[in-house]
Nanobody, 124 residues
Framework: QVQLVESGGGLAQPGGSLRLSCAAS????????MGWFRQAPGKEREFVST????????YYADSVKGRFTISRDNAKNTVSLQMNNLKPEDTAVYYC?????????????????WGQGTQVTVSS
């Protein structure tokens, strides 16, 4: 069982930055592939980024590639999402998720545990 708690959301101006963090409970955090998803009002939840259990592999949605960076600290049981050059279309609730140990996961169905989400609003 893994419990995930996101933090770091808020209001940012276009072109600004925010850093999201996700704290995980449990001693097996390093076994999980971690991911970030987001859901805008009236839209389906979509993939943002994923990182392998060791942190050596990452993958991004085209919409955030070059602007967002995912990282993890297995000693601290945390995964982060650095978001730069934010755009209004990045406005959404952002969710942290944990899935099985192998490879990278790009789809919702590959994740077993989810946080409650943190709101990110990009507006001038």
């Amino acid at each position: 069982q893994v419990q995930l708690v996101e933090s770091g959301g808020g209001l940012a101006q276009p072109g600004g930055s925010l850093r999201l963090s996700c704290a995980a409970s449990g001693r097996t955090f390093s076994r999980y592939v971690m991911g970030w998803f987001r859901q805008a009002p009236g839209k389906e939840r979509e993939f943002v980024s994923t990182i392998s259990s060791s942190g050596g592999l990452t993958y991004y949605a085209d919409s955030v590639k070059g602007r967002f960076t995912i990282s993890r600290d297995n000693a601290k049981n945390t995964v982060s999402l650095q978001m730069n050059n934010l755009k209004p279309e990045d406005t959404a609730v952002y969710y942290c998720a944990a899935g099985g140990p192998l490879g990278l996961h790009l789809t919702i169905n590959n994740y077993d545990y989810w946080g409650q989400g943190t709101q990110v609003t990009v507006s001038s």
